[in-house]
């Protein structure tokens, strides 16, 4: 009778640690899908032409406009300073500039005070104080592609306001160090850019001025 007894408290202690070991995976298994988020499955539907992988951006709807940047022999400009002739200009467009810039423009040395003249005709639409260029123009050509943007100058014309309309040769401010071009460093910071919208002038892509400008030089007598 005595090794009945104990034969039923060994089976009594076997089936408690088994009921423990069910306990703690049971507890285990509860706790693992509680912090697992459950993920939802991605529906794409079956005529998708394009095979999208997740996490990969969507291809544009639209193409991006292109801006036409090829104005050789279609545009005839001016050189914008005064007394200045085509041999003098210098073709800095792609020289370097601090903080890794490039000069996207070129420098058209003359003295201070020289009037400027607008490049062609169209309209004043920004006068702007900038810290790098100092007193400034943004004009729009009469076609509205083309923004030319004239930097460092002294002190705009008498009158000059934004909206108005300008004759090619018309002058339009003069000459000046203002900005980071250095004192005494008396020249005009030219550049021109295309534009596709004009109400958004200063997206506009760097086009090279210097062999517009020549290039107009040599068209006239």
């Known amino acids: ?27 285990s298994i509860a706790i693992t899908l509680r912090t697992t988020p459950v ?4 529906d794409i539907p079956s005529s998708s032409p394009i095979a999208v992988a997740i996490g990969t951006p969507l291809p544009p709807t639209e193409s991006p406009t292109s801006v036409n940047t090829n104005f050789f022999g279609t545009v005839n400009l001016i050189i914008p300073v005064a007394g200045v ?16 810039r490039v000069h996207d423009a070129i420098d058209i ?11 062609a005709d169209g309209k004043i639409v920004k006068l702007f104080q900038s810290e790098r260029g100092g007193i400034t123009i943004y004009q729009l050509n009469a076609n509205q592609d083309l923004i030319f943007y004239y930097a460092h100058l ?18 339009i401010a003069y000459v000046g160090d203002t900005g980071n071009a250095g004192a005494g460093n008396y020249h005009l910071h030219f550049s021109i850019a295309a534009v ?10 760097n086009i090279n001025p210097y062999p517009l400008l020549q290039n107009r030089a040599q068209l006239t007598p």
Do not use: C, H
């Open 85 to 100: 002739k085509p041999e003098q200009l210098i073709d800095t467009y792609d020289d370097a500039r601090s903080e890794g």
């Open 109 to 119: 040395m003359a003295p201070a005070e020289t009037p400027v003249l607008a490049a």
């Open 196 to 205: 596709s919208d004009p109400k958004r002038y200063w997206e506009g892509t």
């Open 154 to 171: 002294s002190r705009y014309a008498d009158g000059l306001a934004e909206g108005d309309l300008v004759r090619q040769g018309q002058i």
């Open 39 to 42: 993920v939802p499955a991605l």
């Open 1 to 27: 009778m005595f090794l009945n007894r104990a034969m039923g408290l060994v089976k009594l202690r076997i089936l408690l640690v088994v009921l423990f070991l069910v306990i703690v995976a049971l507890v």
